[in-house]
């Protein structure tokens, strides 16, 4: 059976729906810098609560995600690539902040859609 863009984008929108346990390592805000032709990812730490909701490690209240909220990155990472940008902090950022497979797999796949924007000059949302 072949697969039309129509079908892949339907079972990709299907999927985003779908609950994720969060990363206790943190969260990432990915955007593409045009001036640096570079993926950039601003990583933001948090903690779980018992519910499961990500809550501010300072003040233990949860984050909101309507971009209200104003919080200083623990780190930015960056590269012209996927790929760099994956080296960068999977294999040179110890201790990496991913501590869940799920969480590493889905940035993998962030950052492939990022590069892919940046080359074809497109605007990158993160899912």
């Keep these: 059976m072949n697969h039309t863009i129509a079908d892949t984008t339907a079972i990709d929108q299907q999927l985003s729906n779908r609950h994720i346990d969060l990363d206790p390592g943190g969260y990432f805000v990915i955007y593409i810098n045009r001036e640096e ?19 501010d490690p ?7 995600c309507n971009g209200q909220l104003q919080r200083l990155p623990t780190q930015i990472y960056s590269g012209r690539t996927a790929k760099e940008i994956c080296v960068q902090l999977f294999e040179h950022t110890q201790p990496c902040p991913v501590t869940m497979l799920d969480h590493a797999a889905y940035l993998g796949r962030e950052f492939q859609r990022a590069e892919a ?10 899912d």
Excluded at 44 to 50: A, D
Excluded at 117 to 126: E, K, R, S, V, W
């Design 58 to 64: 300072d003040t233990g209240k949860p984050l909101p």
């Design 117 to 126: 924007a940046l080359l074809q000059g497109q605007d990158y949302i993160q």
């Design 37 to 55: 032709q570079q993926i950039q990812a601003k990583h933001y730490s948090n903690v779980i609560n018992e519910q499961g909701v990500a809550c």
